[in-house]
């Protein structure tokens, strides 16, 4: 496996665009990471008390005291630390504004228009200016000044209530923060960035992570609207209630999952395994007898007894890996969706790489994750005389990791 390194460049079909990045956490980080893989330029703006917490959260990489949270979202990126809770921060970002393209911040709604930062605000600097907002439930909606996680988007949304077996089952993974969150917003900038390229206008951009996940659960509101009859969980076609698109348990106490769910790939599967008598009880719709006859089947395999039917491509069956063991997937490692890296801070680690697969190289490693305010005097010095620079320091309106014993 090829260990990538950083290297600053300007290539990309982003570069030349400089974003202005105001979000912590998840759904955010995760848009103007991608943003920032495809060559623009991101800068991270962070409160010096204030700042993004996935710095402090979760484990850290080995031998060193940086979150793997952190890491694992914000690389391509820099850093500038500035009090904008006070007037003079709220100027100095405001000298940026005409140089930039894209604001994303995620804050509870009004938060930034409180500040004197909002989409409002800054249009009169730059007309042209892209402004995405990433809310829970949006900007305009009664639980606008709600707090929120992803638990309560998929509640809310009705999803929750569809993933489980007798009762609701919280996912281990963000599906609302990152397919409704980060991948609307994804999408929404880079359409607004081309429809400036077109007709030289901003626009603002109003994402909803409640509203934004609704198009995962598309069938079956399709369902709901078509019947008018509530959608129960584990008894829709995809869910569990089919044979041939169910989950088994084998001898050894792993799971497969069959998903043969047209009948040309059923029967494949059913003639390899000597079955074929079941398609027809299938198309009878004996739904519950067939799924007792291949619970009994796989109750009597172990994984090894099933690589056969693993490696047949019309089965449709699958082993189900753990996260580790996907992870190691050679399929993973060839496409580069998982990566080696040396960072001369933490060594060589693997980490999540960029899903995008373009047939020109246009997506690159150019920057480790910042250190809280390690570019703020770089950058401001476009606007600021290092005088200048000194005393907004010194009256502590900007930080700089270069003066601070901070390990944030």
Known sequence: MKVKQYHESNQGPLAGIRILDFTMLLPGPICTMYLGDLGAEVIKVEHPNAW????????????????????????????????????????????????????????????????????????????????????????????????????????????????????????????????????TALSSILVALFYKEKTKKGQYLDISIKDSVLPVAFLSIADLISSGKEIQRNETYLSGKLPNYNLYECKDGRFVVLAALEGQFFSVFLKQIGRSDLLQKTLDGKFEEVKKELADFFKEKTYKDLEFLFENPNCCLTPVLTLKEALENVDLLNRETIIQINDKEVGTIKMLFSPFAFSKEFVHLRLPPPKLGEHTKSILSEFYSDKELSNLESKKIIYSCEDSKTEA
Do not use: W
């Open 52 to 183: 993004d917490t996935t710095r402090k959260m979760g484990s850290f990489l080995p031998n060193s005291k940086i979150s793997s949270y952190y890491y694992f979202l914000n690389r391509n990126k820099k850093s500038i630390s500035i009090n904008f809770k006070k007037k003079e921060g709220v100027e100095i970002l405001k000298k940026i504004i005409p140089t930039v393209d894209v604001v994303v911040e995620g804050f509870r709604p009004m938060m930034m228009q409180e500040l004197g930062l909002g989409y409002e605000d800054l249009k009169d600097i730059k007309p042209d200016l892209i402004y995405c907002s990433i809310s829970g439930y949006g900007q305009n909606s009664k639980f606008r000044e709600f707090a929120g996680h992803d638990a309560n988007y998929l509640a809310l949304s009705g999803i929750l209530d569809l993933i489980g077996d007798t009762k609701p089952v919280l996912p281990a993974i963000q599906i609302a923060d990152i397919l409704g969150g980060t991948m």
